[in-house]
C-alpha cells in the first residue's frame, strides 16, 4: 500500500504533467549528482589539486561550477574546500544568483533577502568580483551564525548583514536596491522523494500557507527596490502555488512590476499563464539529475540610478599592512572598522548609516600593538596578491594539520611569511621556536563533518 503522501502527491502532479510524470517522479527520487563552484575572484588555480582527488566535468550551462564523478567524497577533505576556494552547490542554487547578476551594472547595491547558510549570497559576491554591497538577510539566529562562518570562509567582504523579518524590510530599505535576490522560503518538494521530514510535513495547507508567506515576502521585497532595480524570486519548490501564481499576484498589484525573461537555456513554465510562462525559468528534476527549481526576474518601472562609489582613505598603519602582505591589491573601494582590536574590511561608502548590521565585512588582522596578524580567511581570499619572497610553501600534510588547528613544523628561513600549498594559499602562522603558532581562527576547526 502507498504512503498518503505519496498518494496525495501523484494525485497533484500526474494531471498536471501526464505523460511525463513518470520521468518526473524518478528525477526527484533519484541520487543527484554532486556538484562544486569555484570562487573565481580569487584568481588561484584549485582545479590541479581537485582533479587529482576527483573526477570534474564543466558544466557549459553555468560559470565555473563542475560535476564531481568518481571519489567525490574525497572533496570535503581537499585544501582548496577547506580554505574556501570551492562552494558545494547544486547547479539549480546557482542559476538564481546568475540570473540577477546577468541584470546588474558595475558596483551593485543588492539584498539577499532570506540569505543563511549562505551559497547564494557567496556566490553574488564572488561573481560581483567583491565590487559594490549586498545587505544579507536571516532572521533566524542560530541560522546567522552559519551564514556569518561562511561569509569569512568564503571571504565575501563586500556583504554586511542584518537579521529581521523580511516582511519588514521596506522599514528600513524601501527604494534602496539595484538587485534583490528572494530565495523564498517554501514546501521544498524538491527533496519529498528524499527526506522524511518533508514527506511528514507535506500537504496542500502546507503548500498554502508557504504560498501567503511568499506573496508577503515578495510585495516587501519588491517594495525595497530602486527604479529600474531588478527583483530574481526564486524557490526549489515545484508547486504552480509557489512560483507561477506568485509572480502572477505581483504582477497584478503592481502596475510598475514588469517581467524580464529570467536567462538562456532553462526550461520554462507548466502553468498555462503564458505571458508568465515564456520568460520564467523552471528546471524539472529529470534524468539529468540536478534538482529542480523555479525562478524570475522583475523589474520595478523607472530609471535606475546608481550610488556613487568614493575612495576610502586608509590609516598608514593599514596601508603598511596592505604593502607588506598583500601589495597588489587595490583598496580603494575599501574601508576599514575595528572591533575588539581585529580590522573589518568593508565596501565603502557606508551608503546604510542609520542600519545596525550584525557584521560589516571580513576579518582582515588582529593588531598586537606592534604588527597586524593577516588572518587567515584574508590569506584564503587575497593570497594571488602575495609576492613569491613572502610565501612559504608547506606539505600537504603540514597543510591539513594546520587546518586541523595543530602547529606545525618550520625550518630555519621563516620570517612570517603566508602559508601555502601548491600555490594554494593556507593560512598565517607565527614562528615560536622551532614551531609555527597557528592563527587559524577557531571556529573554522567545527562543522568540518559535512556529508555530501
Same mark, same amino acid.
Given at each position: 500500500?502507498?504512503?498518503?503522501?505519496?498518494?496525495?502527491?501523484?494525485?497533484?502532479?500526474?494531471?498536471?504533467?501526464?505523460?511525463?510524470?513518470?520521468?518526473?517522479?524518478?528525477?526527484?527520487?533519484?541520487?543527484?549528482?554532486?556538484?562544486?563552484?569555484?570562487?573565481?575572484?580569487?584568481?588561484?588555480?584549485?582545479?590541479?589539486?581537485?582533479?587529482?582527488?576527483?573526477?570534474?566535468?564543466?558544466?557549459?550551462?553555468?560559470?565555473?561550477?563542475?560535476?564531481?564523478?568518481?571519489?567525490?567524497?574525497?572533496?570535503?577533505?581537499?585544501?582548496?574546500?577547506?580554505?574556501?576556494?570551492?562552494?558545494?552547490?547544486?547547479?539549480?542554487?546557482?542559476?538564481?544568483?546568475?540570473?540577477?547578476?546577468?541584470?546588474? &551594472?558595475?558596483?551593485?547595491?543588492? /539584498?539577499?533577502?532570506?540569505?543563511?547558510?549562505?551559497?547564494? $549570497? +557567496?556566490? #553574488? *559576491?564572488?561573481?560581483?568580483?567583491?565590487?559594490?554591497?549586498?545587505?544579507?538577510?536571516?532572521?533566524?539566529?542560530?541560522?546567522?551564525?552559519?551564514?556569518?562562518?561562511?561569509?569569512?570562509?568564503?571571504?565575501?567582504?563586500?556583504?554586511?548583514?542584518?537579521?529581521?523579518?523580511?516582511?519588514?524590510?521596506?522599514?528600513?530599505?524601501?527604494?534602496?536596491?539595484?538587485?534583490?535576490?528572494?530565495?523564498?522560503?517554501?514546501?521544498?518538494?524538491?527533496?519529498?522523494?528524499?527526506?522524511?521530514?518533508?514527506?511528514?510535513?507535506?500537504?496542500?495547507?502546507?503548500?498554502?500557507?508557504?504560498?501567503?508567506?511568499?506573496?508577503?515576502?515578495? &510585495?516587501?521585497?519588491?517594495?525595497? /527596490?530602486?527604479?529600474?532595480?531588478?527583483?530574481?524570486?526564486? $524557490? +526549489?519548490? #515545484? *508547486?504552480?502555488?509557489?512560483?507561477?501564481?506568485?509572480?502572477?499576484?505581483?504582477?497584478?498589484?503592481?502596475?510598475?512590476?514588469?517581467?524580464?525573461?529570467?536567462?538562456?537555456?532553462?526550461?520554462?513554465?507548466?502553468?498555462?499563464?503564458?505571458?508568465?510562462?515564456?520568460?520564467?525559468?523552471?528546471?524539472?528534476?529529470?534524468?539529468?539529475?540536478?534538482?529542480?527549481?523555479?525562478?524570475?526576474?522583475?523589474?520595478?518601472?523607472?530609471?535606475?540610478?546608481?550610488?556613487?562609489?568614493?575612495?576610502?582613505?586608509?590609516?598608514?598603519?593599514?596601508?603598511?599592512?596592505?604593502?607588506?602582505?598583500?601589495?597588489?591589491?587595490?583598496?580603494?573601494?575599501?574601508?576599514?572598522?575595528?572591533?575588539?582590536?581585529?580590522?573589518?574590511?568593508?565596501?565603502?561608502?557606508?551608503?546604510?548609516?542609520?542600519?545596525?548590521?550584525?557584521?560589516?565585512?571580513?576579518?582582515?588582522?588582529?593588531?598586537?600593538?606592534?604588527?597586524?596578524?593577516?588572518?587567515?580567511?584574508?590569506?584564503?581570499?587575497?593570497?594571488?596578491?602575495?609576492?613569491?619572497?613572502?610565501?612559504?610553501?608547506?606539505?600537504?600534510?603540514?597543510?591539513?594539520?594546520?587546518?586541523?588547528?595543530?602547529?606545525?613544523?618550520?625550518?630555519?628561513?621563516?620570517?612570517?611569511?603566508?602559508?601555502?600549498?601548491?600555490?594554494?594559499?593556507?593560512?598565517?602562522?607565527?614562528?615560536?621556536?622551532?614551531?609555527?603558532?597557528?592563527?587559524?581562527?577557531?571556529?573554522?576547526?567545527?562543522?568540518?563533518?559535512?556529508?555530501?
Amino acid at each position: 500500500m502507498e504512503n498518503n503522501w505519496l498518494e496525495r502527491f501523484r494525485a497533484e502532479y500526474k494531471p498536471l504533467l501526464k505523460d511525463k510524470y513518470d520521468e518526473f517522479e524518478y528525477g526527484l527520487a533519484c541520487p543527484k549528482s554532486k556538484h562544486i563552484r569555484i570562487q573565481s575572484s580569487r584568481n588561484i588555480d584549485y582545479l590541479k589539486e581537485l582533479e587529482s582527488i576527483c573526477s570534474l566535468e564543466k558544466l557549459k550551462e553555468y560559470d565555473n561550477v563542475y560535476k564531481a564523478a568518481k571519489n567525490s567524497e574525497n572533496i570535503v577533505n581537499s585544501i582548496s574546500f577547506q580554505t574556501g576556494g570551492i562552494y558545494i552547490m547544486n547547479p539549480s542554487s546557482v542559476a538564481p544568483a546568475s540570473i540577477l547578476m546577468s541584470y546588474m &551594472e558595475e558596483n551593485p547595491v543588492m /539584498l539577499d533577502v532570506s540569505s543563511a547558510p549562505g551559497g547564494k $549570497t +557567496c556566490a #553574488l *559576491s564572488d561573481m560581483s568580483n567583491r565590487k559594490g554591497v549586498i545587505v544579507a538577510n536571516e532572521i533566524s539566529a542560530s541560522r546567522l551564525k552559519s551564514l556569518h562562518f561562511n561569509l569569512e570562509k568564503y571571504g565575501a567582504y563586500n556583504v554586511k548583514t542584518v537579521s529581521m523579518d523580511g516582511r519588514l524590510l521596506p522599514n528600513i530599505f524601501e527604494n534602496s536596491f539595484d538587485g534583490i535576490l528572494l530565495d523564498a522560503p517554501c514546501s521544498n518538494e524538491n527533496k519529498i522523494f528524499r527526506n522524511k521530514t518533508v514527506q511528514a510535513e507535506w500537504n496542500k495547507e502546507l503548500v498554502a500557507r508557504m504560498a501567503n508567506l511568499q506573496r508577503q515576502l515578495i &510585495e516587501s521585497a519588491f517594495l525595497c /527596490l530602486k527604479e529600474g532595480g531588478v527583483l530574481v524570486y526564486s $524557490t +526549489c519548490t #515545484l *508547486s504552480l502555488e509557489e512560483n507561477e501564481y506568485v509572480i502572477k499576484y505581483l504582477l497584478d498589484e503592481f502596475d510598475n512590476a514588469e517581467l524580464l525573461p529570467a536567462g538562456v537555456g532553462y526550461g520554462r513554465g507548466i502553468s498555462g499563464i503564458n505571458h508568465i510562462d515564456e520568460n520564467v525559468a523552471r528546471i524539472m528534476p529529470d534524468t539529468d539529475k540536478i534538482d529542480g527549481f523555479f525562478a524570475a526576474a522583475v523589474r520595478k518601472k523607472g530609471t535606475l540610478i546608481p550610488y556613487n562609489f568614493i575612495n576610502s582613505k586608509l590609516k598608514e598603519k593599514e596601508k603598511d599592512f596592505f604593502k607588506k602582505y598583500y601589495p597588489a591589491f587595490s583598496h580603494n573601494h575599501i574601508s576599514i572598522s575595528e572591533y575588539d582590536r581585529r580590522g573589518y574590511i568593508e565596501t565603502a561608502p557606508e551608503i546604510f548609516k542609520k542600519v545596525r548590521f550584525k557584521r560589516r565585512g571580513l576579518n582582515i588582522y588582529k593588531d598586537t600593538g606592534k604588527l597586524f596578524e593577516p588572518s587567515c580567511q584574508s590569506v584564503w581570499q587575497w593570497g594571488s596578491f602575495v609576492e613569491d619572497n613572502m610565501k612559504y610553501d608547506i606539505s600537504a600534510e603540514l597543510a591539513e594539520n594546520f587546518l586541523k588547528g595543530f602547529d606545525i613544523s618550520c625550518n630555519d628561513n621563516y620570517n612570517n611569511e603566508l602559508l601555502f600549498f601548491n600555490n594554494i594559499p593556507v593560512g598565517y602562522a607565527k614562528k615560536v621556536d622551532s614551531r609555527l603558532k597557528n592563527k587559524l581562527d577557531r571556529y573554522f576547526l567545527y562543522g568540518k563533518n559535512i556529508e555530501w
